[in-house]
T-cell receptor
Framework: DAGVTQSPTHLIKTRGQQVTLRCSPISGHKSVSWYQQVLGQGPQFIFQYYEKEERGRGNFPDRFSARQFPNYSSELNVNALLLGDSALYLC???????????FGSGTRLTVV | KNEVEQSPQNLTAQEGEFITINCSYSVGISALHWLQQHPGGGIVSLFMLSSGKKKHGRLIATINIQEKHSSLHITASHPRDSAVYICAVSAPGSARQLTFGSGTQLTVLP
């Protein structure tokens, strides 16, 4: 059974551009969470979706948005990219928020 | 003060040694997670616990809810255990989002 799949694995964007990151959860998992990990720090919570509804949002600006599709996959969008958005973006899926998480390998975003 | 504190930040051990990593938290939680992160970023969930003790192979995790403290032990450490070990807590409520500690970089020398 496939694990949590994130795409792309790496990308480079220019300041001011927009980016879309994708996450496919484990089959049967209905909850998807997004985290940002800046180099040398622990991950920071961005969003959680469960059953296609936003269940939680971290302390991130409105430039960050996300959605969950009927097949439970998810997209994270970041507009007007800043150099400080350079980070590893991690997706984690779970059967529900009460269960343990399985993490994807992440998307490494570099903003130049 | 961070909501989740880990110690030590860095740990170097000789192969075979018994290793302990500590985690303290200051908020109410629904569960505590121990995670392993290898170079390149992939995170593996090791344990999720809300009370007592869990064991998986050479790894043991304990939690004391009253003292808001958890420990991760590795017995008979091996160089392949070298990684960053991260403690994270799940918030109460519907989202149960994770709040992470800053991690412990473990290096096991042969």
């Amino acid at each position: 059974d496939a694990g949590v799949t994130q795409s792309p694995t790496h990308l480079i964007k220019t300041r001011g551009q927009q980016v879309t990151l994708r996450c496919s959860p484990i089959s049967g998992h209905k909850s998807v969470s997004w985290y940002q990990q800046v180099l040398g720090q622990g991950p920071q919570f961005i969003f959680q979706y469960y059953e296609k509804e936003e269940r939680g949002r971290g302390n991130f600006p409105d430039r960050f948005s996300a959605r969950q599709f009927p097949n439970y996959s998810s997209e994270l969008n970041v507009n007007a990219l800043l150099l400080g958005d350079s980070a590893l973006y991690l997706c984690a899926s779970s059967f529900s928020p009460n269960y343990g998480y399985t993490f994807g390998s992440g998307t490494r975003l570099t903003v130049v | 003060k961070n909501e989740v504190e880990q110690s030590p930040q860095n740990l170097t051990a000789q192969e075979g040694e018994f290793i302990t990593i500590n985690c303290s938290y200051s908020v109410g939680i629904s569960a505590l997670h121990w995670l392993q992160q290898h170079p390149g970023g992939g995170i593996v969930s090791l344990f999720m616990l809300s009370s007592g003790k869990k064991k998986h192979g050479r790894l043991i995790a304990t939690i004391n809810i009253q003292e808001k403290h958890s420990s991760l032990h590795i017995t008979a450490s091996h160089p392949r255990d070298s990684a960053v070990y991260i403690c994270a807590v799940s918030a109460p409520g519907s989202a149960r989002q994770l709040t992470f500690g800053s991690g412990t970089q473990l290096t096991v020398l042969p």
